[in-house]
């Protein structure tokens, strides 16, 4: 039992770092086109930051489990096959990039518009401003957002069993609840809250540490 | 240094969104002024600061900066001339998340990467502000008086030779602006940077300006040096904005038994306003001798014009029309200016005062 809780404990692992690093990419990159493009913002063109926002909130609608099974077409295509840890970390990336897009783009928002002008009288360039001024800013902010999400991705891998993609939150539905093995229930359960603790706190802690 | 360096030429500057903020607007800084432009709020001063700070673009006009044209260039021209601009915005602006220092360093570090020419040149400016030991103090733990200081020291970072502040004092209390101000005029003395500020602040102006420029719906209205404008205002604008500074004006209630004109023994109320030069003279004593009028002073208080005194008092003296005449005549040429705020009838006219 102790082997299978530590396989699922890795496939959980794999999929939460994998899809937040890629999400967190994707994400910064989004958020960036977001804010760039605003009305207001430092190279404003409207109607991308607009047709993107309506397609961030679509996706955001999207209940985590209709949209695994929405993208097995684009997973297949993706990864080759539709079922197993990997094929579950493409939704859980896509889900992971809308939620940090939107999150790191208000914590870019943040940053006030006279600190922009500093810059802008400085002479500096649209990129020099966004990652040497907003970006900075925004740190604390970003990863007290990124902790949140990395804590509901986590939640959302449980979701995965459906596609084959093991886990912890796969163990707890098929051996803990569908098998009636209420210790490895618990067990699972337990391990999952000292995980989002750890996580909570890891983050917490960077956030102090950013933050002056 | 050429004594008649001009640092900034503007010339027809005209701004316009849908309305006109700025019309034909012309003015020449010399290298080494402090300007101050002054108006009420509208009047199109930040408009105008930031014409010249490059944040707009001026629809006409042009502005030249240490002889260079800043207007219709490229982007990479503007950017340069920029890095010769400091400035210093009404809120401080620095960034959170870096030390003082690291504040003070940001300009150049934005386009040079690190170096330690610049380290030693922010060092020596944040000493300059006088914030020794703050250096590494993160803006959270600095006052605000203090964060001011480290926004002014990074606005000098550089080759700067010209420093534009926009109502920079606004967070402040007064006794913290004025060592502000003075902060100001002693890197103007020994950096040498001409000084732009802008301000609905009399007071601001009268502390450090050389030059003061009147800003009334989009135009200069009047230009002269700080004492002239103080002592001799020629626009209402600039007589209203003065009289919130030198005059204790009558409290209401006795402003309200003012009569516009005089009448059957009546007493005429007076507004002097003298300079130093004025000052020195014994004048109340000498009218009152030569005319033989009872003088009584009901306000008074002096003033100073950087390091001139000035003074402006408010007197009343029993009304016949040939003597206030003569009166008024006799203190022009004392170069006193006399103004008659207006009368009041005699039966009150000590009473209230006692």
Same mark, same amino acid.
Do not use: W
């Given at each position: 039992m102790e082997q299978l809780v530590l396989h699922s404990f890795l496939e959980t692992l794999f999929m939460v770092t994998a899809s937040m690093f890629f999400g967190t990419a994707i994400g910064i990159f989004l958020a960036f086109l977001l804010v760039l493009t605003k009305p207001s913002g430092l190279w404003p063109k409207p109607w991308i930051s607009q047709s993107l926002g309506v397609f961030l909130n679509a996706f955001r609608s999207i209940p985590f489990i209709i949209l695994i099974i929405l993208m097995i077409p684009f997973t297949r295509f993706w990864?080759?096959?539709?079922?197993?840890?990997?094929?579950?970390?493409?939704?859980?990336?896509?889900?992971?990039?809308?939620?940090?897009?939107?999150?790191?783009?208000?914590?870019?928002?943040?940053?006030?518009?006279?600190?922009?002008?500093?810059?802008?009288?400085?002479?500096?360039?649209?990129?020099?401003?966004?990652?040497?001024?907003?970006?900075?800013?925004?740190?604390?902010?970003?990863?007290?957002?990124?902790?949140?999400?990395?804590?509901?991705?986590?939640?959302?891998?449980?979701?995965?069993?459906?596609?084959?993609?093991?886990?912890?939150?796969d163990l707890a539905i098929r051996y803990g609840y569908q098998r009636y093995d209420f210790t490895l229930l618990v067990l699972i359960v337990i391990i999952l809250i000292i995980i989002v603790q750890c996580v909570q706190m890891t983050g917490n802690f960077l956030e102090a540490k950013l933050k002056k | 240094?050429?004594?008649?360096?001009?640092?900034?030429?503007?010339?027809?500057?005209?701004?316009?969104?849908?309305?006109?903020?700025?019309?034909?607007?012309?003015?020449?800084?010399?290298?080494?002024?402090? *300007?101050?432009?002054?108006?009420? #709020?509208?009047?199109?001063?930040? !408009?105008? $600061?930031?014409? /010249?700070?490059? %944040?707009?673009?001026?629809?006409?006009?042009?502005?030249?900066?240490?002889?260079?044209?800043?207007?219709?260039?490229?982007?990479?021209?503007?950017?340069?001339?920029?890095?010769?601009?400091?400035?210093?915005?009404?809120?401080?602006?620095?960034?959170?998340?870096?030390?003082?220092?690291?504040?003070?360093?940001?300009?150049?570090?934005?386009?040079?990467?690190?170096?330690?020419?610049?380290?030693?040149?922010?060092?020596?400016?944040?000493?300059?502000?006088?914030?020794?030991?703050?250096?590494?103090?993160?803006?959270?733990?600095?006052?605000?008086?203090?964060?001011?200081?480290?926004?002014?020291?990074?606005?000098?970072?550089?080759?700067?030779?010209?420093? *534009?502040?926009?109502?920079?004092? #606004?967070?402040?209390?007064?006794? !913290?602006? $004025?060592?502000? /101000?003075?902060? %100001?005029?002693?890197?103007?003395?020994?950096?040498?940077?001409?000084?732009?500020?802008?301000?609905?602040?009399?007071?601001?102006?009268?502390?450090?300006?050389?030059?003061?420029?009147?800003?009334?719906?989009?135009?200069?209205?009047?230009?002269?040096?700080?004492?002239?404008?103080?002592?001799?205002?020629?626009?209402?604008?600039?007589?209203?904005?003065i009289r919130h500074l030198i005059t204790k004006d009558l409290p209401h209630h006795l402003q309200e038994k003012l009569n516009k004109t005089p009448t059957d023994k009546c007493f005429a109320l007076l507004r002097l306003f003298f300079s130093s030069k004025a000052a020195g003279d014994p004048i109340i004593a000498s009218i009152v001798k030569t005319y033989d009028v009872p003088i009584n002073i009901l306000l008074g208080s002096l003033d100073h014009i950087r390091e001139t005194a000035f003074g402006s008092l408010i007197v009343s003296i029993p009304f016949e029309l040939e003597k206030i005449t003569n009166i008024m005549k006799d203190l022009d040429q004392r170069s006193v200016s006399a103004e008659i705020l207006g009368y009041f009838p005699q039966s009150g006219g000590h009473s209230w005062n006692s």
């Open positions: 990864v080759g096959t539709s079922i197993g840890t990997a094929a579950a970390t493409l939704p859980l990336t896509f889900a992971a990039s809308l939620l940090i897009a939107r999150i790191i783009e208000d914590a870019l928002n943040t940053t006030s518009k006279g600190l922009i002008e500093v810059g802008k009288a400085l002479g500096a360039s649209n990129l020099q401003i966004i990652f040497k001024i907003q970006l900075r800013e925004a740190l604390p902010l970003i990863v007290s957002g990124l902790t949140t999400v990395s804590i509901n991705i986590i939640g959302f891998s449980a979701m995965a069993g459906t596609v084959g993609g093991g886990g912890l939150g | 240094m050429e004594p008649h360096f001009l640092s900034i030429i503007i010339k027809n500057l005209g701004k316009s969104y849908n309305v006109a903020i700025l019309k034909d607007i012309n003015l020449e800084v010399p290298q080494n002024q402090i *300007l101050g432009i002054i108006g009420k #709020s509208g009047a199109g001063k930040s !408009t105008l $600061l930031r014409c /010249l700070n490059g %944040l707009e673009q001026p629809t006409t006009g042009t502005i030249t900066i240490d002889n260079q044209l800043f207007t219709g260039v490229s982007d990479k021209e503007r950017r340069r001339i920029q890095h010769k601009i400091g400035n210093v915005f009404q809120s401080v602006n620095l960034l959170s998340r870096l030390t003082a220092l690291e504040n003070v360093m940001f300009p150049l570090k934005l386009f040079k990467g690190n170096s330690k020419d610049i380290h030693s040149q922010a060092l020596k400016l944040l000493h300059l502000v006088g914030l020794n030991g703050k250096e590494n103090a993160y803006p959270s733990q600095l006052s605000g008086g203090q964060a001011q200081r480290v926004a002014i020291a990074r606005a000098l970072m550089g080759d700067v030779s010209l420093l *534009l502040c926009d109502e920079f004092t #606004s967070a402040l209390d007064f006794e !913290t602006s $004025l060592e502000i /101000l003075e902060l %100001l005029r002693d890197l103007n003395k020994r950096l040498g940077v001409t000084i732009i500020l802008i301000t609905h602040d009399m007071a601001i102006v009268r502390e450090i300006c050389d030059e003061v420029c009147v800003l009334e719906a989009g135009q200069i209205v009047e230009k002269n040096d700080i004492t002239s404008i103080l002592l001799h205002p020629q626009h209402t604008v600039t007589k209203s904005l």
